[in-house]
């Protein structure tokens, strides 16, 4: 069975602060893994990434994957609070279907 | 203007009843997707439809009937609802079948609480 574990699963940290939040994965025929940002609502995409090693980068951002080691890390810098949110990593493996991980919930105090 | 967009966003009702929600995407894709977020906030997939072709049907009650009039609709219909069906579902698009190159977009998500 396809598996997605997110680590850690809450964090607290102050404004200006670098996070990283980890992704590993054990999937069938991996194909892309996704990193989303749920905030009150629906989640938003933030990246795609199906090569390992090339880093993807938007703002503060940033997130690159190892297909040797099946993980993915994706990185903030100087956070904001309006980072908190809960960060989803998903794996589209053999099937038609994103496997989600449990999520990180985030939150940056001022 | 909303590209995937759910009716309605809150729905509160009583066990036993039936109801549906309803997504529609504006972004031309040809998948649709139901996701089931559970109070743990974990993202759990139920179904999806390709042009119109049921292509994920992941193991939910048979209560729960997926129907796609078009491929920019994705209904979705609970019968005797149970108090474990309280979650918020989301609705999802995506350009083509799932294939690696593919970004899924959600919409608001519908909060259900069966009481």
């Known amino acids: 069975e396809d598996k997605v574990v997110q680590s850690p699963l809450s964090l607290v940290v102050h404004e200006g602060d670098t996070v990283t939040l980890n992704c590993s994965y054990e999937?069938?025929?991996?194909?892309?893994l996704l990193w989303y940002k749920q905030e009150k609502k629906a989640p938003t995409f933030l990246f795609m990434l199906t090569s390992s090693g090339i880093e993807k980068k938007s703002g503060r951002l940033s997130s690159i994957l190892d297909k040797k080691e099946l993980f993915s890390i994706l990185n903030i810098t100087a956070t904001q609070t309006g980072d908190s949110a809960i960060y989803l990593c998903a794996v589209l493996g053999s099937g038609y279907a994103l496997n989600f991980g449990k999520g990180t919930s985030l939150l940056v105090t001022p | 203007d909303t590209a995937v967009s759910q009716t309605p966003k809150y729905l509160v009702t009583q066990m036993g009843n039936d109801k549906s929600i309803k997504c529609e995407q504006n972004l031309g894709h040809d998948t649709m997707y139901w996701y089931k977020q559970d109070s743990k906030k974990f993202l759990k997939i139920m179904f999806s439809y390709n042009n119109k072709e049921l292509i994920i049907n992941e193991t939910v009650p048979n209560r729960f009937s997926p129907k796609s009039p078009d491929k920019a609709h994705l209904n979705l219909h609970i019968n005797s609802l149970e108090l474990g069906d309280s979650a918020v579902y989301f609705c999802?698009?995506?350009?083509?079948?799932?294939?690696?190159?593919?970004?899924?977009?959600f919409g608001p998500g519908t909060r259900l609480l069966v009481l």
């Open positions: 999937v069938t025929n991996f194909r892309s």
């Open positions: 999802a698009s995506s350009r083509a079948r799932p294939n690696g190159g593919e970004t899924q977009y």
